[in-house]
């Protein structure tokens, strides 16, 4: 168990030009979670929900601030090693599933690993398994519902055992009936101990984290604490 | 009250497409122009053996600007034997025929991309009201002006430079590459320019077809 | 887990599957792209076949013409009328020769950087996703030129062995569509299949400039932002 926080980010900045207009998308957050943790993540759309997960995964830097996740700067990274800490420790969930359209079910699955010698199929059909799709498995995304297409997306998100998911609106684009399934899935890994955020206008979802911060305008939402003092987290109601 | 028909031009959205696609826009146009030229230098020679065997040294209708009078230049007073040169002309045939299908394929590889690619835009597009027809039509004035682009650049950069080209190769000891001069009457340039119009809206048109006349609905639906 | 497995074989490689036995690699993935896309592959490809075709029928007139001549060095009398015709068209055939390769080279450098740029822009996100789930640009950027080789030798492959193949068929053919004509002699050359190999490699590595700088370019988020 380590001590302090797993996942550590201290006052990020982000701004984007969009058009001729500069965007503030994080103006100064602050988050900080422990291991094994579930946080739901809630706010508007443009509140800076992606932003942050992106900047926590790697996959983007902010103009200031700090990310620490363990014991790694994540900021001070190169491109190359955040691809790298990205596929051993980061497991990515998209609104819109991103699956390669041209390869099935099982191929997805298996597609952060292309470049690694050593078959791993076996391991690809467990997590599909354990998605509930292990029939489905040479199905190509086209022929696959969205619930199902974000089930492999999940299975994928698992193939390399990562410590930390990070998903951005995973039920936006399913019914409410698979969202549940799909819900039940994610606190299944949580309590397996994987580190998870979940960034979501689903009350469903949020419902089931343990965790609840609100974000605005690339803020945390203010709360009943006095402001600037560290981070708040929202205790929801209910398990 | 001016209505969405009434302002929209497809000429200047055909352009503005063009303009956006900075890329794609050259390499078509740099393919169909090194084709045209291709093909104006063939037509040249052959309307040059068939009108005046021998090569003549008269000054014709219009001579592409920065070429070169090969005849004057390298004092080669005779023109290879008629049988040579009938065959050569077969296979510059050929190879202008085959010129063309590779610049016909990319051509429509890449209108079918960018088709592909607009397929949101022309399903708001009909699903606003315009009929498919008034679509196709942007596509295939976007087609002809990547047709007239290519020509201009073809008669006024290709020829001449690949004319000026083979007399550099001349010099290097090589007897005649141009058995007759290559001229271009003001007859191949107007057909050569209709033949690169038509060429890129037919392979445009083919292009299109398939998405432009499915049913905004269709085209809308996101995958 | 061992026993039957029936799932439905939609996929090529039915003989693959087997217990934990199944791997996706680059190649495999670019195969499958390639497959998907095929119509759009097959005529990039039919273009860089077209233009390997003309360049091996060229250069096999051109060498046709130096061994025919090779043969007759010793020959002492007096030239037939075919060997005067032929003598003419020596030096011309060589400035022709250079012509068409250097044409042939340049299309197809345009082909490829068309192809190559087209195949990046419709797989933006496809490319995002990748660097996503932590794939390096490196990574990403090989498989967008391993999928573009496959085209181009594939592309080469198909034109060289079909002009090979109609060389001995057209070689002293005579034909015109007017008037009389001569036949030509055409040989091959091993230089001129290795001529055809570098020509192609270099136009894949010059066409794939621009779309290799397109992806290792964009940060991921960014991309996936505009979706």
């Given amino acids: 168990m380590s001590e302090g ?18 965007v503030k998308a994080l103006d100064g957050f602050s988050i900080s979670l422990d291991e094994g943790e579930m946080c739901a993540l809630m706010g508007p759309s443009g509140s800076g929900k992606t932003t942050l997960l992106n900047i926590i995964g790697g996959l983007d830097s902010a103009d200031s601030g700090t990310v620490m996740v363990g014991n790694i700067d994540v900021g001070k990274l190169n491109e190359r090693q955040r691809a790298l800490f990205r596929k051993k420790n980061v497991g990515f969930i998209f609104q819109f599933f991103n699956l390669i359209p041209s390869l099935t079910a099982m191929e997805n699955v298996l597609v952060p690993q292309m470049f690694e010698s050593g078959r791993s199929g076996g391991r690809a059909e467990e997590l599909l398994e354990r998605v509930g799709l292990r029939d489905r498995m040479d199905h190509l995304p086209r022929m696959l519902s969205g619930g ?23 039920t936006g684009n399913i019914d409410s009936e698979t969202a549940k399934a799909i819900v039940s899935l994610f606190k299944e890994l949580n309590d397996e101990g994987k580190t998870m955020i979940l960034a979501t206008h689903d009350r469903l979802v949020a419902g089931r984290a343990r965790t609840m911060v609100r974000i605005r305008d690339g803020r945390v939402q203010r709360g009943k604490r006095p402001p600037g003092q560290g981070t708040i987290h929202l205790k929801s109601g209910g398990e | 009250m001016k209505t969405a028909r009434e302002t929209f031009n497809p000429a200047s959205y055909a352009l503005s497409h063009l303009k956006n696609n900075p890329f794609r826009s050259v390499t078509m146009v740099l393919i169909l122009s090194v084709t045209i030229a291709f093909l104006l230098l063939v037509g040249s020679i052959y309307i040059g053996i068939t009108m005046e065997v021998g090569g003549s040294k008269e000054s014709n209708l219009w001579n592409a600007p920065g070429s070169i009078d090969m005849f004057e230049e390298f004092q080669i007073d005779e023109g290879l034997p008629e049988e040579v040169q009938n065959t050569m002309l077969n296979w510059l045939f050929f190879t202008s025929f085959l010129i063309m299908m590779v610049a016909i394929f990319i051509i429509y590889n890449t209108m079918a991309i960018a088709v592909e690619e607009r397929k949101k835009e022309i399903g708001i597009l009909r699903a606003v009201g315009f009929s498919s027809r008034e679509v196709m039509r942007v596509f295939l004035i976007e087609g002809a002006f990547i047709g007239i682009l290519s020509w201009i650049v073809a008669l006024f950069f290709g020829t001449p430079l690949i004319v000026n080209l083979a007399a550099y190769l001349i010099k290097e000891g090589q007897k005649g590459l141009f058995f007759v001069q290559p001229r271009i009457p003001v007859e191949l340039a107007i057909v050569s320019l209709l033949g690169s119009i038509a060429l890129c809206t037919v392979s445009t048109y083919l292009a299109c077809t398939g998405t432009v006349n499915k049913a905004a609905v269709d085209l809308l639906r996101v995958e | 887990m061992r026993g039957d497995r029936r799932a439905p ?51 096999s007139m051109d060498e046709g013409l130096d061994r025919y001549f090779e043969e007759r060095e010793d020959d002492v009398g007096i030239p037939s009328d075919e060997e005067k015709a032929l003598d003419s068209l020596r030096g011309t055939m060589n400035s022709w020769n250079y012509l068409i390769t250097g044409l042939c080279l340049g299309l197809m450098v345009l082909v490829v950087a068309n192809t190559a740029a087209i195949t990046v822009i419709e797989r933006r996100v496809e490319l995002a996703t990748l660097k996503a789930l932590g794939l390096t640009s490196r990574q990403v950027s090989s498989l967008v030129l391993g999928s573009m080789f496959v085209i181009i030798y594939g592309g080469i492959a198909a034109g060289t062995l079909l002009g090979l193949a109609f060389v001995p068929l057209l070689d002293r053919v005579e034909f015109t569509l007017w008037g009389e004509g001569i036949g030509f002699p055409m040989a091959i050359d091993l230089s001129m299949i290795l001529a055809a190999l570098a020509i192609g490699t270099l136009a894949g590595i010059i066409g794939m400039i621009p779309p290799l700088l397109m992806v290792s370019g964009p940060n991921p988020a960014e991309v996936m932002k505009n979706v």
Avoid: C, H, T
């Fill in chain 1, 5 to 22: 926080p797993f996942i550590d980010a201290v006052n990020l900045r982000k701004s984007y030009k969009v058009g001729g207009n500069r």
């Fill in chain 1, 148 to 170: 199902e297409r974000q089930r492999v997306a999940i299975a994928r998100s698992l193939i390399n055992d990562p410590k930390i998911i990070l998903a951005d609106e995973p």
């Fill in chain 3, 9 to 59: 074989g939609l996929g090529k490689d039915r003989m693959a599957k087997r217990m934990g036995g199944r791997s996706l690699g680059p190649l495999g993935y670019i195969i499958k792209d390639a497959w998907r896309k095929r119509s759009r592959s097959v005529l990039s490809l039919a273009g860089i076949a077209s233009l390997s075709f003309l360049f091996i029928i060229f250069s």
